[in-house]
């Protein structure tokens, strides 16, 4: 999307929403979308145009959302009827297709689970629903210290942003809505999977011959990540095929790669698996930035996982 036609775009949707104040969020969330977007490697134009749509029938009365979704033919559950107001992301997917002539799914997708989630969350579902909870001008006190999560662990945010939602609701005395508590049990599945993100990413390392192979649990001293696994490679090929295998595996076995850094130098490779930092070092770069000392007495070698 060139800036002319992203301007048309928000000519247009800001026609739609009919006020100001509601445009403006929406394309703060746009904007977060797209820096979460370009963060974890995500498609950006994918996330930006989700950004600008998410809230096209934000407004509508809770009649008019209960009307226009039945008459479309969406199913509207016993929460829906009793919350009319969920129904707007749903009925928001819509409008997107028959206003503006969105037929692509990942978009759609996010712009109907951006305000309960769902128990299949793609990446781009969770960086539209983050983005529209974490804006900058949402005020509440955990929401600058959620948006830092956002930006460094895209599971750890949806799960203590679905966690700071359901308890804000309780307090109220609302009830959770099952789409969000299927997104609840979604997040919590996919943190218990950090062992086998792991071993993923160690047996990758090892099938081409990486030396010192070590597993540092950073036991919740940074936001960065909640381990490091760190590798040598005897030459700068080694630790290219090294990262290459990693990611290849990473990917093989359904999890995110959001960014490497230093492939082309090939002395330190990192890869940002989100939960797991990957190090893939030469001898040399190995022992100039030693991280194991770095961070202290939470290294444990890999061999102290097989036993």
């Not at 301007?7 to 509601?22: F, M, P």
């Not at 503006?100 to 689970?113: P, T």
């Not at 950073?218 to 490679?233: E, K, N, S, Y």
């Not at 492939?263 to 890869?271: A, F, H, Q, R, T």
């Amino acid at each position: 999307m060139t800036g002319v036609e992203f301007v048309r775009l928000g000519k247009r949707v800001q026609t739609e929403i009919g006020q100001r104040h509601r445009y403006a969020h929406t394309l703060r969330v746009a904007r977060m979308a797209v820096q979460l977007a370009r963060r974890y490697g995500e498609d950006v134009e994918r996330a930006r145009v989700a950004g600008m749509l998410h809230d096209l029938a934000r407004l509508y009365s809770d009649q008019r959302l209960l009307d226009e979704s039945h008459a479309r033919g969406l199913w509207i559950s016993t929460f829906d009827r009793e919350h009319p107001r969920v129904l707007h992301a749903r009925l928001g997917a819509e409008l997107a297709k028959e206003r503006f002539g969105i037929n692509d799914e990942r978009i759609l997708s996010a712009i109907r689970a951006h305000t309960l989630g769902n128990g299949s969350m793609t990446a781009l579902d969770a960086i539209v629903y983050l983005a529209d909870s974490l804006e900058p001008e949402r005020e509440f006190a955990e929401r600058a210290e959620l948006e830092r999560l956002a930006f460094s662990d895209l599971h750890a945010a949806m799960r203590e942003t679905l966690r700071s939602t359901t308890a804000y609701h309780g307090a109220s005395g609302n009830s959770i809505a099952p789409e969000t508590a299927a997104a609840i049990e979604l997040f919590h599945t996919r943190r218990s999977k950090l062992p086998d993100l792991i071993e993923t990413v160690r047996e990758a390392a090892e099938d081409k011959k990486g030396e010192d192979i070590a597993v540092l649990d950073l036991d919740g001293r940074t936001i960065v990540a909640d381990t490091f696994v760190i590798v040598t490679g005897r030459s700068n090929v080694q630790t290219r095929a090294i990262a290459d295998a990693i990611i290849e595996s990473a990917k093989k076995d359904g999890f995110g790669v959001a960014r490497t850094e230093g492939y082309l130098d090939g002395n330190w490779i990192l890869i940002d698996l989100g939960s797991v930092v990957a190090h893939v070092f030469t001898p040399e770069s190995r022992a100039f930035y030693n991280l194991e000392r770095l961070w202290g007495s939470g290294a444990r070698q890999a061999r102290a996982i097989e036993s």
